[in-house]
């Protein structure tokens, strides 16, 4: 159980649910697994650890056959061994996964990497990589029999439950607090979801609004939150299989991910995880954890040596930062995130916004890849990076897409010039470096 503070009861849900009365488990593939003290649990169990209090999070125990993750996957559902689903008549799906990995040969010279390619996220169906995420919790949602879905977010998420959720025919409510943008709250919006807009600048307060309100009219929380809700985060460990498939099994040295509250990096972590178990790799890549200056509360954890449970007694006060979708007070996911780096030998970094802007304005004009300002901070951390990891060959996760924030980049181009249909009138504004 975890300790109350300011912000958060302690923790007592169960990682099955109730329906009529009688506890439904509908996967049984799957044990609850503690990265804190090592202990396993059967899934109906709470969520918290009895032995150290920190929350468990899903494992799957019944592992497929090796050679289906060596095969080109059409979504993140070919790899439905791997994921906490009953029956195949349950999956939610808008062909999430299966995004591109692109090279970035020009990159890689410029920080001095012998390699550098990015994994695409942005190709998901609602431009970002929390489609995966919510097209599991949508599908377990929807395998237990939920009516409404709720969620917290500044955004993606947002867009993603609204999204899979009309796909479902489920309702949707969405808790979008101060760091969402009027974009992405359009775009959740747009999908028939009702939006509260939450007066609050803190994640975790709005989390606790939404999971009162959860509990109040019977809605399924599918917050991508694993301390919360484990099943919600399982999606992001696709990335680790698909990455695995698109190295064609020889892993880049350094993955590289953006962390508000650590679920895609602590997911991305426990995917390979998964391939270490099925013998695939001897080991996971080395990972990096990119936060915004303005809000780097797993930066300061592990500069501090702190515990999971010791980060939420200090949320990070007044989060502050263009990069509203990783602006997360606590580290929701940092049970599995602060194991994922420690473990891995990684580092956690935190970028100014400046640089966040530059490496968005960067990443559009030199590799032709136009990303929102939250994965921006992977190329603003690049050079720092390369301090330590000159030489090697690296993977940067860009996890949504540069569309959702046009407002943004309105105010940061010139207005074209107006001209007359002559050619002479062309030939006067057009720079010299294209004639």
């Given at each position: 159980?975890?300790?109350?503070t300011?912000?958060h009861?302690?923790?007592?849900?169960?990682?099955a649910?109730?329906?009529?009365?009688?506890?439904?488990?509908?996967?049984?593939h799957?044990?609850?697994?503690?990265?804190?003290?090592g202990?396993?649990?059967?899934?109906?169990?709470?969520?918290?650890?009895?032995?150290?209090?920190e929350?468990?999070?899903l494992?799957v125990h019944?592992?497929?056959?090796?050679e289906h993750?060596?095969?080109r996957?059409g979504?993140?559902?070919?790899?439905?061994?791997?994921?906490?689903?009953a029956?195949?008549?349950?999956?939610v799906t808008?062909?999430?996964g299966?995004?591109?990995?692109?090279?970035?040969?020009?990159?890689?010279?410029?920080?001095?990497?012998s390699?550098?390619?990015?994994?695409?996220?942005?190709?998901?169906p609602?431009?970002?990589?929390k489609?995966r995420?919510i097209?599991?919790?949508?599908?377990?949602?929807?395998?237990?029999?939920?009516?409404?879905?709720?969620?917290?977010?500044?955004?993606?998420v947002?867009?993603?439950?609204?999204?899979?959720?009309?796909r479902a025919?489920l309702?949707a409510?969405?808790?979008?607090?101060?760091?969402?943008?009027?974009g992405?709250?359009?775009?959740?919006?747009?999908?028939?979801?009702t939006?509260?807009?939450v007066?609050?600048?803190?994640?975790?307060?709005?989390?606790s609004?939404?999971?009162?309100?959860?509990?109040?009219?019977g809605?399924?929380?599918?917050?991508?939150?694993?301390?919360?809700e484990?099943?919600?985060?399982?999606?992001?460990?696709?990335?680790a299989?698909?990455?695995?498939?698109?190295?064609?099994g020889r892993?880049?040295d350094w993955?590289?991910?953006?962390?508000?509250g650590?679920?895609?990096?602590?997911?991305?972590?426990?995917?390979?995880l998964?391939l270490?178990?099925l013998g695939?790799?001897?080991a996971?890549?080395?990972?990096a954890?990119?936060?915004a200056?303005?809000?780097?509360?797993?930066?300061?954890?592990?500069?501090r040596?702190?515990?999971?449970?010791?980060?939420?007694?200090?949320?990070?006060p007044?989060p502050?930062?263009?990069?509203?979708?990783?602006?997360?007070?606590?580290?929701?996911d940092?049970?599995?995130?602060?194991?994922a780096?420690?473990?891995?030998d990684?580092?956690?970094?935190?970028?100014?916004?400046?640089?966040?802007?530059?490496?968005r304005?960067?990443?559009?004009?030199e590799?032709g890849?136009?990303?929102?300002?939250?994965?921006a901070?992977?190329?603003?951390?690049?050079p720092?990076?390369?301090?330590?990891?000159?030489?090697?060959r690296?993977c940067?996760?860009l996890?949504g897409?540069?569309?959702?924030?046009?407002?943004?980049?309105?105010?940061?181009?010139?207005?074209p010039?107006?001209?007359?249909?002559?050619?002479?009138?062309v030939?006067?504004?057009?720079?010299?470096s294209?004639?």
């Open positions: 159980m975890f300790p109350p300011r912000h009861a302690p923790v007592q849900c169960r990682a649910s109730w329906q009529n009365g009688a506890m439904f488990s509908p996967v049984s799957f044990d609850l697994f503690c990265y804190g003290c202990g396993a649990a059967d899934l109906e169990d709470a969520i918290s650890c009895a032995r150290c209090g929350p468990r999070s494992r019944t592992l497929p056959a090796v993750l060596k095969t996957p979504s993140m559902w070919h790899y439905i061994d791997l994921l906490p689903v029956s195949p008549e349950h999956v808008l062909g999430e299966a995004t591109p990995l692109v090279d970035a040969l020009q990159f890689a010279r410029r920080f001095g990497f390699e550098l390619r990015f994994k695409n996220e942005m190709a998901n609602t431009g970002s990589f489609d995420q097209a599991a919790a949508v599908t377990h949602a929807r395998a237990l029999g939920a009516r409404t879905v709720a969620a917290v977010s500044s955004g993606n947002a867009a993603a439950t609204a999204a899979y959720a009309a025919g309702n409510v969405l808790f979008m607090h101060g760091h969402a943008g009027q992405k709250i359009a775009q959740a919006a747009a999908y028939g979801a939006v509260v807009r007066d609050s600048p803190s994640p975790s307060r709005v989390f609004l939404c999971i009162e309100a959860c509990a109040r009219w809605w399924r929380h599918v917050s991508t939150a694993g301390m919360y484990p099943f919600n985060v399982e999606g992001a460990k696709t990335i299989y698909e990455l695995y498939q698109q190295y064609e892993l880049p993955v590289v991910v953006p962390v508000g650590g679920g895609l990096l602590g997911g991305v972590w426990r995917g390979f998964d270490q178990r695939l790799i001897e996971p890549p080395r990972l954890g990119i936060q200056a303005g809000c780097a509360p797993l930066v300061r954890a592990l500069e040596g702190l515990s999971f449970l010791d980060t939420l007694r200090e949320p990070w007044n502050h930062t263009i990069a509203g979708g990783i602006a997360d007070d606590i580290l929701f940092g049970h599995t995130a602060l194991p780096l420690r473990m891995t990684g580092m956690a970094l935190a970028v100014e916004d400046g640089a966040i802007e530059e490496g304005r960067l990443l559009a004009r590799v890849l136009l990303c929102e300002l939250t994965s901070v992977v190329i603003a951390a690049l720092r990076l390369a301090e330590k990891a000159s030489g090697a690296v940067a996760v996890t897409s540069g569309v959702k924030e046009i407002g943004t980049l309105r105010d940061q181009t010139f207005a010039p107006l001209v007359a249909p002559d050619i002479d009138a030939r006067a504004v057009l720079p010299e294209v004639l």
